[in-house]
């Protein structure tokens, strides 16, 4: 099997910056899009950003031009740097990927435990 664990998270103050980090890890075979979503508190999760195994990016409207996706294949690592951060950014950050692991016959969609973003002066 595999997972992801997420790290980086914390609190920033308006303006700033933070860059989180995801690794997958277990018996991987080879891993497709991988992605970061957001769920502010009260509201439904949401996609910020995802790359593909070409590295193909997309964001949402709204972190256009502050966040940044990017992938490293040989360490299975998806980051994502946040910059010009506002209030509005607050929100569990969670991680996604498609995996296949050794022995499975297709991929797999695999969340992290999520890790927490606080924008707050």
């Known amino acids: 099997q595999g997972q992801l664990v997420e790290s980086g998270g914390g609190l920033v103050q308006p303006g700033g910056s933070l860059r989180l980090s995801c690794a997958a890890s277990?018996?991987?075979?080879?891993?497709?899009?991988m992605g970061w979503y957001r769920q502010a508190p009260g509201k439904g999760r949401e996609l910020v950003a995802t790359i593909t195994s070409g590295g193909s990016t997309n964001y949402a409207d709204s972190v256009k031009g502050r966040f940044t996706i990017s992938r490293d294949n040989a360490k299975n690592t998806v980051y994502l740097q946040m910059t010009s951060l506002k209030p509005e950014d607050t929100a569990v950050y969670y991680c996604?990927?498609?995996?296949?692991?050794?022995?499975?016959?297709?991929?797999?969609?695999?969340w992290g435990q999520g890790t927490l973003v606080t924008v707050s002066s």
């Open positions: 277990g018996s991987i075979f080879s891993i497709n899009a």
């Open positions: 996604n990927a498609d995996l296949l692991v050794f022995g499975a016959v297709r991929y797999l969609e695999v």
